[in-house]
């Protein structure tokens, strides 16, 4: 390594770079969870075969892991270390990006993480078992923007996971079975009308949860009863049995 880009680049400290794996992770990680749970599809809460489920994941959560793995192949940065300031090159040649297969490579060694960790905290080169394998080095990024961009985007991260969360976890449970044979059991529910002096329409998100295990469903939602006069929150339980309907147990007003 030259002097002159020791004097341009300094080797990033190691909080950068463990700071920066934890936002990678926690945006990769959302990504997967968001392309796999988008090809389900919302009624994905009706389907009682695992084995369907889980050949409609496979392919899915395989592109999710090579996008994993290929986080850091554009210039060597990542959107963990454009937060964190941060950049991958060549050990050889630092001013020069590594291939895309070396990228990939170093970025394999992840799956280890707990000894890629202790390797990072050792090694005075602040180097782990990856960029040994991979001949990389993490620097300063020279060019790195202000600070207020970087602030932003972790906030944006963090702000579009919970608002995919929030809405697709609602369609979800507005699109089960549970859900919709709770509206019919509530729409039927004289003391309901009665309270709300007729219902107009429904909360825009349930809380609760549904779950389907070998077949066998419980479901326990808060669904909030608008009504012209009033609105009333209402707590339904329902079961279900292997190949059978939904069936309510419990409705509270």
Do not use: C
Not at 135 to 142: C, D, F, G, L
Not at 151 to 167: D, M, N
């Amino acid at each position: 390594m030259t002097k002159n880009f020791e004097d341009k680049h300094q080797l990033s400290s190691r909080k950068r770079r463990i700071s920066a794996y934890f936002i990678d992770h926690f945006a990769m990680t959302f990504l997967i969870v968001a392309i796999v749970f988008l090809s389900l599809g919302t009624d994905f809460m009706n389907e009682n075969n695992f084995s369907n489920l889980a050949s409609r994941m496979l392919p899915t959560m395989l592109i999710g892991l090579i996008l994993y793995f290929s986080k850091d192949t554009i210039k060597g940065i990542s959107i963990g270390k454009w937060i964190m300031g941060i950049m991958i090159r060549d050990v050889e040649n630092p001013s020069e990006v590594p291939s895309f297969s070396r990228l990939f490579l170093r970025n394999i060694f992840m799956i280890i993480w707990p000894v890629e960790f202790i390797v990072l905290a050792a090694s005075q080169e602040k180097k782990r078992l990856g960029d040994n394998i991979a001949k990389t080095i993490v620097v300063k990024n020279p060019n790195k923007p202000t600070k207020s961009p970087r602030i932003i985007a972790l906030a944006g991260v963090g702000l579009i996971f919970f608002v995919f969360t929030f809405l697709f976890a609602g369609a979800a449970m507005k699109n089960s079975d549970a859900y919709k044979l709770a509206i019919t059991e509530i729409e039927r529910n004289e003391d309901i009308i009665s309270k709300t002096g007729g219902i107009k329409g429904y909360g825009m998100m349930p809380t609760g949860n549904v779950s389907i295990s070998n077949g066998n469903g419980q479901a326990q939602l808060e669904i909030k009863v608008l009504g012209n006069e009033k609105d009333v929150n209402v707590g339904v339980f329902l079961t279900k049995e292997p190949n059978g309907e939904w069936k309510l147990i419990d409705m509270r007003k």
